[in-house]
Nanobody, 125 residues
Framework: QVQLVESGGGLVQAGVSLRLSCVTSERAFSTYGMGWFRQAPGKEREFVAA????????TYINSVKGRFTISRDNAKNTVYLQMNSLKPEDTAVYYC??????????????????WGQGTQVTVSS
């Protein structure tokens, strides 16, 4: 099974930045589409961003456009989520996910095959 390991979460004040990382040792990482999702207490899991195998196609949920940036470094088997201008509404457990195809940037969780354990992001005001 593919193992994904997230890091970079923490407790921060509103307005600051965090960068989340998700790394895998899976040798086929460069062929995978990758996504970030988040889940706040008492709420459904929410799509945040996705990136295709090459980084040429990217999709964001409207609430993070202009603030968050998804990117990947296939040489390092890593996908990133740069989060700027954080707001309390961004507080959630953030999960990275992988799907075993080169094409597309779907927003549905069911389209992804593997999931990380999650990293907590807490934004205080």
């Amino acid at each position: 099974q593919v193992q994904l390991v997230e890091s970079g979460g923490g407790l921060v004040q509103a307005g600051v930045s965090l960068r989340l990382s998700c790394v895998t040792s899976e040798r086929a990482f460069s062929t995978y589409g990758m996504g970030w999702f988040r889940q706040a207490p008492g709420k459904e899991r929410e799509f945040v961003a996705a990136i295709n195998w090459s980084g040429s196609s990217i999709t964001y949920i409207n609430s993070v456009k202009g603030r968050f940036t998804i990117s990947r470094d296939n040489a390092k088997n890593t996908v990133y989520l740069q989060m700027n201008s954080l707001k309390p509404e961004d507080t959630a457990v953030y999960y990275c996910a992988a799907r075993m195809t080169r094409g597309g940037t779907p927003s549905a969780a069911a389209e992804y095959d593997y999931w990380g354990q999650g990293t907590q992001v807490t934004v205080s005001s």
